[in-house]
């Protein structure tokens, strides 16, 4: 026994809804943070979405990855683990393999009604059940508008379960200047309900 603490580890969820910059920036946070593990999953359709919105481009012969999307290898601090979403051998699809929380974002409605009804279809969705029957955090950010009647009832249903459901809306008495003050917004408010401050100072102080 040495007493050593692990590594405190988090999964971000990537699904095909509009608002790829929202998962890239908390990444970009969380990449270059020391002594954390980062699970990251996206799914196919996040990966279309990326190329479309980021204009993120694989390499010839294989899929995107982090480092093509987010930041370099060269600026990573944490521990970062990609996996595809089909794998549920991988250990984030086992309630019994500890994390601290997860983060959906962007959240599509399709992953939002999976996740209420405890499908776990895919890597994303099973990891999300696992973190609700374990009562872990689970931040969902849904992109979608308007929403439907079954979008709400989901949401509400999600949320009594201790769900956060952040909608990606900006605090405008912050007075924003830019696109980049909007998405860092957002991604703070995610790291804040993971319980996990991000290393910027940009703050309401009244």
Known sequence: MTGRTAAPEYIVGVTGATGAIYAQR?????????GLVVHVVCSAMAFKIIEIELRRKPRRGRRLRVEDWVAPRSEWRAAVREWEDTNFMAPVA?????????AVVPCSMRALASIDMGLGDNLIHRAADCCLKEHRRLVLVPRESP?????????ARLAHQGVTILTPDPAWYTHPRTLDDFVDQIAMKVCDHLDL????ERRWGG
Not at 94 to 102: A, F, I, P
Not at 197 to 200: L, M, S, Y
């Open 94 to 102: 086992s309630g019994s393999h500890r994390v601290e929380g997860m």
């Open 197 to 200: 401050p991000p290393d910027v």
């Open 26 to 34: 908390l990444l970009q946070w969380l990449v270059r943070r020391e």
């Open 147 to 155: 929403l439907t009647p079954a979008h709400l009832e989901q949401m």
